[in-house]
């Protein structure tokens, strides 16, 4: 079904500018949106998208996709209230409205290669960072409670669409993770003696990373007997958490590709 829609004040334009900008809203009412149509090709693989808003003036563009669509709202408006909708800094001319359901935690994940991540701020590096987990195999994300939200449509837009097929666990409390989980739990730090080329990642693994300003806490990494470094040239102090997190991941998959023969 295709409605129209031309007033600011329409409820449904009200509950999609709450959506993109109260993460509250965004939990509360399991919902988040999404722009482009990359992501909302990848949410309608993963069943997930609800509602369709285009431009009017690009219709035409979209009317494949638009009559391959059951089961999805969809709205045409006008340049004006898909402006009010955006709130990237690149045009659009397509939103989404998507459905998150969230999981509950379980032990088996104690059993299973883990990200876990404190105070991430920026919605850059965490899409990247889910992109990169998806890339190399690592299903589970672990959230601290002051990570940006990752329902934040930058952070959706950054992911490219990865955060759909993972189990991202948010309010995590990681010193509770760390006493219970069973396998080697490592944290990359500038100053550590053992370089992660030198370390054996074949095994399970639970990955720490901390803020890009202030790196892993003090609390948390009191914990971690296992810290090492990754090797960087011209004095360079440190590298970009996100960055940080694809090379560490990158060589747990060589080293088990490599191992395995596949």
């Not at 829609?5 to 999609?16: D, F």
């Not at 069973?182 to 054996?200: G, L, V, W």
């Not at 990373?209 to 009191?222: D, H, P, V």
Request: aromatic share 6%.
């Amino acid at each position: 079904m295709q409605l129209e829609i031309n007033s600011k004040e329409n409820k449904l334009v009200k509950h999609i500018v709450k959506l993109a900008n109260d993460a509250y809203y965004r939990k509360q009412q399991q919902q988040f949106v999404i722009y482009g149509l990359h992501l909302i090709e990848e949410a309608l693989i993963y069943n997930k998208l609800k509602v369709l808003i285009i431009d009017q003036n690009s219709k035409a563009k979209y009317e494949q996709l638009i009559n391959s669509l059951n089961q999805v709202e969809i709205i045409v408006t006008s340049r004006i209230i898909i402006n009010k909708l955006n709130v990237l800094e690149s045009q659009i001319d397509i939103i989404g409205v998507a459905v998150w359901k969230e999981i509950e935690f379980s032990d088996t994940i104690l059993n299973e290669d883990c990200v876990v991540l404190e105070n991430i701020q920026d919605p850059g590096n965490l899409g990247t960072i889910f992109r990169s987990c998806k890339a190399f195999g690592i299903n589970n994300i672990l959230l601290s409670e002051n990570c940006v939200d990752k329902l934040n449509p930058k952070v959706i837009r950054a992911s490219q669409g990865a955060i759909y097929s993972l189990n991202v666990f948010s309010a995590v409390d990681i010193v509770d993770f760390i006493s219970k989980y069973k396998h080697q739990i490592i944290a990359t730090m500038p100053r550590a003696e053992k370089q992660i080329f030198d370390t054996c990642l074949r095994n399970t693994t639970a990955w720490i990373f901390g803020n890009e300003g202030n790196g892993i806490s003090n609390k948390i990494l009191n914990l971690i007997k296992q810290q090492v470094k990754i090797p960087l040239l011209n004095n360079t102090e440190s590298i970009n958490v996100a960055i940080a997190t694809g090379i560490c991941l990158y060589e747990q998959h060589k080293q088990r590709v490599l191992i395995n023969g596949i």
